[in-house]
Nanobody, 126 residues
Framework: QVQLVESGGGLVQAGDSLRLSCVAS????????MGWFRQAPGKEREFVTA????????NYSDSVKGRFTISRDNAKNTVYLQMNSLKPEDTAVYYC???????????????????WGQGTQVTVSS
């Protein structure tokens, strides 16, 4: 199983951008679907976005569609989440997740993923 470490979180103002990174170790993510989830205080963890093992297929939650972009560099064992036009409601701990999976459709439920990072805090002030 791969180990995942997220980075890139921070405190920003509404309208700003951030790019999160998720670096994998202990194996290659080349045959893994990768996802980002988030959890705000007092709320359940929610799906944000996912990307297929080769990067050719992505999907997004309605709340981030058009603002966030997921990408991956399998050679670097890294997945990225570019977040633009951030809103206060995007404030949450963001988690990277991996699932050994080369099929379709992309998994969107948290219990479908086997590997998780420790999370990185994103705080958006108004």
């Amino acid at each position: 199983q791969v180990q995942l470490v997220e980075s890139g979180g921070g405190l920003v103002q509404a309208g700003d951008s951030l790019r999160l990174s998720c670096v994998a170790s202990g194996g290659t993510i080349g045959t893994y679907a990768m996802g980002w989830f988030r959890q705000a205080p007092g709320k359940e963890r929610e799906f944000v976005t996912a990307i297929s093992w080769r990067g050719g297929v992505t999907n997004y939650s309605d709340s981030v569609k058009g603002r966030f972009t997921i990408s991956r560099d399998n050679a670097k064992n890294t997945v990225y989440l570019q977040m633009n036009s951030l809103k206060p409601e995007d404030t949450a701990v963001y988690y990277c997740a991996a699932k050994y999976y080369i099929g379709s459709p992309l998994p969107q439920r948290g219990d479908e993923y086997n590997n998780w990072g420790q999370g990185t805090q994103v705080t958006v002030s108004s």
